[in-house]
């Protein structure tokens, strides 16, 4: 019974559906190496198109190239894996996907919080189950400010997203598709 009242403590909404995200999550932290493309859209307060190869192993890579606000980008990120850099790409990718740090690399900069504290900075709650996957309120800084909806693969991985970001200019609307190469 204690244990029960604990890990219902623990749940954020549905307990199953916190899980079943929470396995993909590990699921990509734990892949070496993790190698995907990813195709982002965002339409409204920020516009935004592109595609990304993402490789994470001993060395952290990524090439996005596409168009940010009308303006076209693009840019290779190529560093030594630390696990602070690591958790914010990984982090970063499962609970919020990849586009802000594209735009952030279109802008020159670096991956957010790849010096650490992503696991704190991005905090998904109120899980529910929808088909093929789940949804949940994503928490950046403590502060909730995007619905998520995350199709996750058989192999659990994350398959499509959806999300809608709310700016004080108004929301952005993104959609991500993940792709893993085949393995052989």
């Not at 690399?105 to 696991?119: E, K, T, W």
């Not at 529910?128 to 909806?149: H, I, M, P, Q, W």
């Not at 108004?170 to 893993?180: A, C, K, L, P, S």
């Amino acid at each position: 019974m204690i244990l029960a009242l604990v890990l219902a403590a623990a749940c954020s909404g549905d307990c199953r559906a916190q899980s079943l995200f929470q396995t993909m999550e590990r699921k990509l932290l734990s892949a070496m190496p993790l190698q995907l493309e990813v195709r982002s859209h965002a339409e409204g307060a920020v516009r935004a198109d592109a595609t990304s190869d993402v490789s994470v192993g001993p060395a952290t890579r990524v090439h996005a190239k596409g168009a940010f606000m009308g303006t076209p980008f693009e840019r290779d990120f190529d560093e030594r894996t630390t696990p602070d850099l690591r958790d914010g790409l990984v982090i970063g990718l499962s609970r919020m996907g990849l586009l802000h740090n594209v735009v952030n690399l279109s802008q020159g900069n670096g991956i957010d919080h790849a010096s650490g504290g992503a696991r704190e900075w991005l905090e998904p709650v109120n899980f529910r189950r929808v088909k093929g996957g789940v949804a949940y309120r994503l928490r950046v800084n403590g502060k909730e400010t995007s619905a998520v909806t995350l199709l996750i693969d058989s192999k659990q991985r994350p398959k499509k997203r959806t999300m809608v970001v709310h700016f004080p200019g108004g929301d952005m609307r993104v959609t991500e598709t993940y792709r893993f190469p085949v393995v052989k």
